[in-house]
């Protein structure tokens, strides 16, 4: 045993997939000690708030204030509001407004303004112009007021008396704070998604949940399997046959249909992640079934099998020491293999709407399943499903890579 | 011939008790569940209707199609009745169009998508999986663990991939749909023109899913294949390496083959998710917009339709596979 194992972890494929495995399950343990809270608290008024830092405003006004004099600055703020493509567009609208191509120089920020502000009216309409480039343009316009003014801006209080402003404070553009001083900052590493939440808390919530779900359905369709395949193997005949009948049916028969079918019927109220898994056990244990019978058909004559017979062992006996032992590295390879099929049908089934229930816990196909609602993919929210995406795919990854190394060790042939 | 007919006899005769068996499933699973099914199907289905005048008309439809209050025996005589004459029912979510109606629209989406890009995919990773094994070294290194990654992407995180890729940052394709938004299926220039545009996304990204696992399969075959016995007598007499590698992707070739059968189930149900994700017309967006309108008699046609479309491909792929392996020659006439 101690020596399969070593054997086992000399293996560079298993040894990868394994690492990317415990990096996953780390982090799920970890992180939720790390920064507490309940995942599915809704922060966000509003959808997908883009990954950064969040400082707050009012307490950032609150701040003390360093002056800091960098040439940069003033070309930094007109760069974060006027990019290349605004000003592509802006000297399309000119051009279409009449103005010579030659005289407009995009990348001359003074002179584009100046034209601009002399140019454009919202009130023309353009021939040939979408709504949509309508707004765009209005919405340009109103964030390219005072871009190049070198006033600060100054903080007023409504006086509760005569209701008028009363200034308290004035912001000059020279003037920063440091963030260590500000009262409130959130970091928001993967931002929002739909309904506010933070999507990494969340992620690493629902990738806990997914893993419990590939879990449950995985010991399910592999106890079911597993027993299956070895009566099936060891019995032989009319309980073979029967056996054998049920899988080569459900083997042809789609298992999403089923999965479609029993969870419509259960209906949205009484579906909860481990429902969910251990009807994805029911239908997905037709391959181990399979696999065990063909490996304990071919034990069944062995030898150690025939004696142990006639030394009068019990059935049960024999199929514990005498046949189990000889297939269980492929039982577990099996049952790695189903743990990530698990979680990939948990994803497609919510993906169909048939997931668990939304009110609880999240899943990584829940994730993904409101991303697609929300039409994340055609926002360009790509947060909102990337890491999803990425976290599926590395588990599922990792698994394979263990299986594959596994098998690497258990069948030598198969080894470079 | 004689061998070959009991051959396909006998996978005739499968195919019929699966069929049977199939249809029980798909009137038993959703009558296991604890209590009234018709009441619950009401309920649900009442929830989405808001004209009174409907929810009447469904209620008489339904007491009449399932009988409830005949014995069970009596109902599912009744159900087989209905599916043969092509009766399933009226739509809940799309009230009143008949299920069929919707049915017949979608079908033939998904089965000119699912099934090309199926063989396509199929096709590409057993020549990959059977050059990694013949090639080795540089070929093999970048393959495989490629192909591992691949095949375990989720059907829809590829087609996601893709869909951001190619329709949405580069523009070269529509983000959704099976046809222009602005079009009523017709045979126009420009209708079929808005179809071909739209197809090559959907179509790719389950061809990209298959490649994956087949190229995993075929190379794991072929190196097992490679050192059989045969190949190396036949090295011995000094065969052509060329003949010998026919003669063994042939030979690593059949178990795919059955393979191919026994998985296209699987591929179908990631498939039906790809359509999902471009909102493609077909049964996949179809089950979607059933499960999120309740319409339970959509969803039963639906799945039932799936699963005939999946077991007349196993059938022929069965047959097709009687004719090419002459095994089950030998085998059938012992």
């Known amino acids: 045993m101690k020596h399969t194992i070593q054997q086992v972890f000399h293996s560079p494929k298993f040894v990868v997939g394994f690492s990317i495995f415990m990096a996953i399950l780390l982090t799920v343990l970890v992180y939720p000690l790390l920064v507490p809270g309940d995942p599915l608290e809704i922060i966000g008024q509003g959808t997908f708030f883009p990954p950064g830092v969040y400082v707050n405003v009012y307490d950032t006004l609150r701040s003390p204030r360093y002056t800091l004099m960098l040439d940069e600055a003033t070309a930094n703020r007109i760069a974060s509001k006027l990019s290349r493509e605004d000003r592509l567009a802006m000297k399309d609208y000119l051009v279409a407004a009449g103005i010579p191509a030659l005289e407009i120089d995009p990348s001359n920020t003074v002179k584009l303004l100046d034209q601009w502000v002399n140019t454009y009216d919202p009130d023309t309409e353009l021939a040939g112009m979408t709504f949509a480039k309508v707004r765009y343009y209005q919405r340009l316009d109103a964030s390219l007021e005072g871009l190049l003014s070198l006033e600060g801006i100054s903080i007023a209080k409504i006086d509760p008396e005569t209701g008028a402003l009363k200034e308290t404070s004035a912001i000059s553009q020279a003037d920063f704070v440091n963030i260590n001083e500000v009262a409130n900052v959130r970091v928001l590493p993967l931002g929002t998604e739909n309904f506010g939440r933070d999507v990494l808390k969340e992620l690493v919530k629902a990738t806990g949940v997914s893993l419990k779900i590939g879990l449950v359905a995985g010991l399910v369709a592999t106890f079911i399997g597993l027993t299956l395949g070895l009566l099936a193997g060891y019995i032989g005949g009319i309980v073979d046959d029967i056996i054998m009948f049920f899988t080569n049916l459900f083997t042809v028969i789609p298992g999403i249909v089923l999965l479609i079918l029993i969870s419509f019927s259960i209906g949205q109220d009484k579906r909860g992640a481990v429902t969910i898994a251990v009807v994805i056990g029911f239908t997905s244990w037709v391959w181990t079934a399979r696999a065990v019978r063909a490996q304990v058909v071919s034990l069944r004559n062995r030898d150690h099998v025939n004696l142990s017979k006639l030394s009068g062992h019990s059935i049960a006996h024999i199929i514990l020491t005498d046949i189990l032992p000889y297939i269980a590295s492929y039982v577990v390879m099996a049952f790695i293999l189903q743990i990530s099929l698990g979680i990939l049908t948990e994803a497609s089934l919510s993906i169909l709407g048939l997931g668990p229930r939304t009110t609880e816990v999240p899943t990584l196909g829940l994730m993904m399943n409101w991303a697609m609602i929300y039409q994340a993919q055609i926002l360009g929210k790509w947060w909102a499903y990337m890491p999803v995406i990425v976290t599926i795919a590395l588990v599922s990854f990792s698994m394979n890579l263990m299986n594959t190394g596994l098998d690497q060790v258990f069948n030598p042939a198969l080894r470079e | ?334």
């Open chain 2, 1 to 334: 011939m004689k061998r070959y007919r009991k051959y396909i006899l006998n996978k005739l005769l499968w195919f019929v008790v699966t069929f049977v068996c199939a249809v029980i499933l798909n009137f038993v699973l959703p009558r296991l569940m604890p209590g009234d099914p018709v009441a619950a199907i009401m309920q649900k289905a009442t929830a989405g209707m808001t004209s009174q005048s409907g929810v009447q008309k469904v209620y008489e439809q339904y007491t009449e199609l399932f009988g409830t209050n005949k014995p069970m025996f009596q109902q599912f005589l009744l159900y087989v009745r209905n599916i043969f004459h092509g009766d399933f029912g009226i739509s809940f979510s799309q009230y009143p169009r008949p299920v069929a109606d919707i049915v017949k629209s979608a079908i033939w989406w998904t089965i000119c998508l699912q099934f090309p890009a199926i063989i396509v995919g199929w096709l590409i990773g057993n020549t990959l999986g059977a050059l990694a094994a013949y090639l080795k070294k540089g070929f093999d290194k970048v393959i495989m663990p490629v192909s591992i990654l691949i095949s375990n992407f989720p059907a829809f995180g590829m087609a996601i991939i893709l869909l951001v890729i190619f329709a949405v940052k580069l523009k070269w394709f529509p983000t959704s749909g099976g046809y222009g938004f602005d079009q009523i299926p017709n045979f126009s220039w420009h209708f079929i023109w808005t179809v071909i545009i739209h197809y090559p996304l959907p179509f790719f990204s389950i061809v990209l899913i298959s490649i994956g696992g087949q190229a995993i399969g075929m190379r794991s075959m072929s190196i097992y294949e490679l050192n059989v016995d045969y190949v190396k007598y036949s090295r011995f007499l000094g065969i052509r390496d060329r003949k010998i590698v026919g003669y063994v992707f042939r030979n690593a070739m059949l178990p795919q083959v059955t393979g191919l059968a026994l998985s296209i189930g699987t591929m179908v149900g990631g498939a039906l998710v790809a359509e999902i994700i471009y909102s493609y017309p077909g049964l996949g967006t179809t089950i979607l917009s059933a499960v999120l309108g309740q319409d339970y008699p959509l969803i039963s046609a639906v799945t039932l339709i799936i699963t005939i479309m999946v077991l007349v491909a196993t059938f022929a792929i069965d047959i097709v596979y009687g004719f090419i392996d002459p095994r089950i020659k030998a085998a059938q006439s012992d």
